[in-house]
């Protein structure tokens, strides 16, 4: 009533304004009017709201539409019938009268009206069949009966076709051009306080600006898998730049985002925010410009669509019996290789694993596993024991519980199968490490003695494509702090040291940097030896390059290292022919106030970066030659821009290194023109003195033939008139000179 007695008080004082403060009207009819009027504001009506309100679950929103449902016979619509009720019952209980499909001259019309129980069963629903394929023929288009109303009514559609007006077309910019720089440049980004620059890198060459972006968050930047497009996040979510001149080309709405990621293909995104959706004005759902649902509403992550910029689907927290929310690790949803299906855990609980571009929960329900801690996609298709079919597969464990053993399992996606187990005993902890092309899988598990007093580690390495998955350990006395496999290799590192007591310092300089092959004889591959160790180092970070072979290994988070060190590797790829060890050490340099190291994708470069001391960054040749250094204001850091896989097949692939040398030629010259200036000026010279003589060749040419050679049009004429054209070729030689050469 509040309201009502406000408008109340305002009709009064407008009354008494001066303006109208003139005699009464003698308009009776007026006053009375007037009277009534505010006699019906002040009339209490709420009883009759409360009784006659239509609820949503009473309204329309339980109803929805099917369109693009078969046109089947009379006879068939019973079958018809059963098979969609038995479809769209799978979401929600359908009434029971609330099926309903019309039939016309003996034919269905190709679509039908549904009621639900309630609104949220309606909406899961659309949200699960809507554009979803029945068959080859049909594809069912799901709407509220209510929108159908709503547009319905609306006076600006009209039951004429009006076709829509043409807009200009305006060509996209390519999205990868890049990739056709003719010098084949590197590129990568730096922030800089609140600007990004993106560069490209040559050897020979300082960093050329391709372009920037300006008042950029402080969140961090990143590139997607393929490097098609840059992302940032801000305030008011993420935004994607791309193409030569790095427009805008997608925003996602999610207010305070705090991290986020790419699927492996980039058609999706996964944003995580700390303010659940509906608790601030900016993620409220009534809020026009925020893309989201009421059933979004208390979620924090969200998956989009990258090409359409709208969510999915989103999730809640992860929460424990009490209803607390869990602490999980980033990325919170993982996804599998080829982009087809994304998981998640419930700590404790169960593995949940989705569908995608469906966003459905795979075979409707969750997988429960009792104590799960964690899991991890293979990062490629693999091709298990002898079978000949690629698929997805992912590796979980549990620890002890009771008397049950710890365990490792792998599992087969989308059929649910273990194919493998693997227990084991007095476990703290287990970290997966994928090799990049999914032949094996090692497991880093922490173990305990009995009296829980030490830690020691195994490495439990799986061998996946093998028939039954054969499993091989290592037993170390030690406890790994680091792991690392080569990329499209077998070859792995390892950094360990001994185990102290949680209430004392590791000492300086007592850690073990191992280096491990897969030994081979006859042909035939045997286990993983270490090809060479050393002891009492300081060494912490492993970082191999994207090609393999060549390695780096630093100290980075030792306490009290005044520097960073940096030793760089060659592992070579084959054993030497006098049975010497492969690795080669190949310098090792010191600098101060690096924090981290990234190889670029081509394996040539090397970027180390200082954020606070000394604040820039250097560029390295793999060897570890400096090759570039500038010091940057406020820098925060770099990223080298990713490539996609190669569309070559192997056999192409074979042919390039075959025909190397006669390929790189042209990349040679250019090399050499770049390293030195004389070169340059040289070759130039040469180039233009050859296009000289060309020209000047062909003028002489035309000028003789001209002169001596009588046209087409000449030789036709002569042979109408029935005299015989003679064809004369003299060579003479002008001058000839010989020259003796040492």
């Known amino acids: 009533m509040q309201k009502f007695h406000h408008r109340s008080e305002n009709t009064r004082t407008s009354l008494c304004s001066p303006i109208l403060a003139s005699p009464p009207t003698t308009d009776i009819m007026a006053t009375d009017t007037r009277s009534l009027q505010d006699e019906e504001l002040d009339i209490d009506v709420s009883d009759l709201e409360r009784k006659y309100a239509v609820t949503l679950d009473e309204g329309l929103e339980s109803f929805v539409v099917v369109d693009g449902a078969p046109k089947a016979p009379e006879?068939?619509?019973?079958?018809?019938?059963k098979v969609l009720k038995k479809?769209?019952?799978?979401?929600?209980?359908?009434?029971?009268?609330?099926?309903?499909?019309?039939?016309?001259?003996?034919?269905?019309?190709?679509?039908?009206?549904?009621?639900?129980?309630?609104?949220?069963?309606?909406?899961?629903?659309?949200?699960?069949?809507?554009?979803?394929?029945?068959?080859?023929?049909?594809?069912?288009?799901?709407n509220r009966l209510s929108d159908v109303e709503r547009f319905g009514n609306d006076d600006t559609i009209t039951e004429e076709f009006v076709p829509p007006a043409k807009t200009e077309f305006k060509p996209r910019e390519h999205l990868r051009s890049w990739l056709t720089d003719p010098s084949a440049r590197e590129q990568l980004f730096t922030h800089s306080n609140e600007t990004i620059t993106i560069n490209w890198f040559k050897k020979t060459e300082e960093p050329k600006v391709a372009g920037n972006l300006y008042k950029v968050a402080e969140g961090p930047a990143r590139w997607s898998p393929f490097g098609t497009y840059l992302a940032t996040m801000y305030n008011f979510g993420v935004q994607l730049n791309g193409g030569p001149s790095f427009d805008i080309l997608a925003q996602f709405l999610h207010y305070s985002v705090k991290a986020f990621h790419f699927s492996p293909n980039e058609k999706y995104l996964v944003t995580f925010s700390d303010s659940p959706i509906g608790?601030?004005?900016?993620?409220?759902?009534?809020?026009?410009?925020?893309?989201?649902?009421?059933?979004?509403?208390?979620?924090?992550?969200?998956?989009?669509?990258?090409?359409?910029?709208?969510?999915?689907?989103?999730?809640?927290l992860p929460t424990n019996s009490k209803g607390e929310k869990q602490q999980v690790s980033w990325p919170i949803l993982k996804w599998s290789a080829d982009s087809k299906y994304f998981a998640r855990v419930t700590p404790g609980e169960q593995l949940s694993i989705y569908e995608a571009p469906s966003m459905g929960l795979l075979d409707k329900k969750s997988i429960k596993i009792p104590g799960i801690v964690d899991f991890a996609f293979a990062p490629t298709s693999v091709q298990t024991g002898n079978k000949g079919e690629l698929e997805q597969i992912l590796c979980y464990w549990t620890p002890e519980i009771g008397n049950q053993a710890a365990r490792v399992s792998i599992m087969s996606v989308p059929s649910k199968k273990v194919i493998r187990t693997r227990n084991l005993f007095n476990v703290s902890d287990c970290k997966f490490h994928w090799q990049d092309q999914g032949k094996y899988l090692c497991v880093k598990v922490d173990r305990h003695t009995r009296t829980k007093k030490q830690i020691f580690t195994n490495l439990e390495f799986f061998r996946i494509t093998e028939k039954d998955i054969p499993v091989e350990v290592i037993e170390l006395k030690d406890i790994v702090i680091n792991f690392a496999w080569e990329p499209k290799g077998d070859r792995f590192?390892?950094?360990?040291?001994?185990?102290?007591?949680?209430n004392e310092k590791p000492a300086l300089n007592s850690n073990n940097l191992s280096f491990y092959a897969l030994e081979r004889k006859k042909n035939m591959q045997s286990g993983w030896k270490v090809v060479q160790s050393f002891s009492k180092k300081s060494t912490t970070s492993i970082y191999w390059s994207p090609k393999g072979r060549f390695?780096?290994?630093?100290?980075?988070?030792?306490?009290?290292?005044?520097?960073?060190?940096?030793?760089?590797?060659?592992?070579?790829?084959?054993?030497?022919?006098?049975?010497?060890?492969?690795?080669?050490?190949?310098?090792?340099?010191?600098?101060?106030?690096?924090?981290?190291?990234?190889?670029?994708?081509?394996?040539?470069y090397i970027a180390l970066w200082s954020i606070k001391n000394q604040p820039g960054y250097k560029l390295l040749r793999f060897n570890g030659d400096l090759l570039y250094d500038k010091g940057v204001d406020y820098f925060r850091g770099l990223t080298w821009r990713p490539r996609p896989a190669s569309v070559l097949s192997p056999k192409e692939r074979r042919n390039v290194l075959k025909n190397l040398k006669d390929l790189s030629a042209r990349f040679d010259?250019?090399?050499?023109?770049?390293?030195?200036?004389?070169i340059r000026i040289l070759v130039t010279k040469r180039r233009d003195a050859l296009a000289y003589w060309r020209k000047w060749r062909k003028e002489v040419t035309d000028k003789l033939h001209a002169a001596h050679f009588p046209t087409e049009e000449e030789i036709l004429k002569e042979l109408e008139s029935g005299s015989q054209v003679v064809e004369e070729v003299r060579e003479e030689i002008i001058e000839e000179t010989e020259e003796i050469i040492n």
């Not at 590192?493 to 949680?502: A, G, Y």
């Open 551 to 604: 390695v780096v290994t630093s100290n980075f988070g030792v306490p009290g290292a005044s520097q960073a060190v940096f030793e760089f590797w060659d592992f070579e790829t084959e054993a030497k022919e006098d049975n010497t060890s492969p690795l080669v050490h190949i310098l090792t340099s010191e600098y101060y106030g690096i924090v981290d190291l990234e190889w670029d994708p081509s394996g040539r």
């Open 669 to 678: 010259e250019e090399d050499a023109m770049d390293a030195d200036a004389a």
């Open 493 to 502: 590192i390892v950094v360990s040291r001994p185990d102290v007591p949680s």
């Open 75 to 81: 006879a068939k619509v019973p079958v018809l019938t």
């Open 279 to 316: 608790s601030v004005n900016e993620n409220d759902p009534e809020n026009p410009k925020v893309p989201f649902s009421e059933q979004d509403v208390g979620n924090q992550v969200v998956v989009w669509d990258v090409l359409t910029q709208l969510p999915l689907r989103s999730f809640p």
């Open 87 to 142: 479809l769209f019952g799978s979401v929600g209980t359908i009434k029971e009268d609330g099926f309903h499909m019309p039939v016309e001259n003996g034919v269905t019309k190709g679509f039908l009206f549904i009621e639900y129980e309630n609104p949220k069963q309606a909406a899961e629903a659309i949200k699960t069949y809507n554009h979803k394929r029945l068959d080859a023929k049909h594809t069912l288009l799901v």
